[in-house]
């Protein structure tokens, strides 16, 4: 079995969502909430990626707008 690599599959919409929102906050200077510390979900681990400035996947810093999350 071959598995792919984590870097050849796109982000969840949920993460480049937080993960924008994270950049904003951080330029904005906005205080952490407890959920966006310690949240385990994709938007709480893209926001704390955006607002700390870490690396995030590839294709997900290049985008500037947020993606539609659709709930099927």
Excluded at 27 to 46: C, E, P
Aim: hydrophobic share 40%; proline share 4%.
């Amino acid at each position: 079995m071959i598995r792919k690599s984590a870097e050849a599959q796109p982000a969840p919409a949920a993460f480049v969502n937080g993960y924008t929102d994270g950049q904003a906050a951080r330029q904005g200077k906005h205080v952490l909430s407890a959920y966006l510390r310690v949240g385990i979900d994709d938007y709480a681990k893209g926001f704390r990626a955006g607002f700390y400035a870490r690396m995030a996947p590839s294709g997900v810093t290049e985008l500037s707008v947020r993606r539609q999350v659709v709930n099927l």
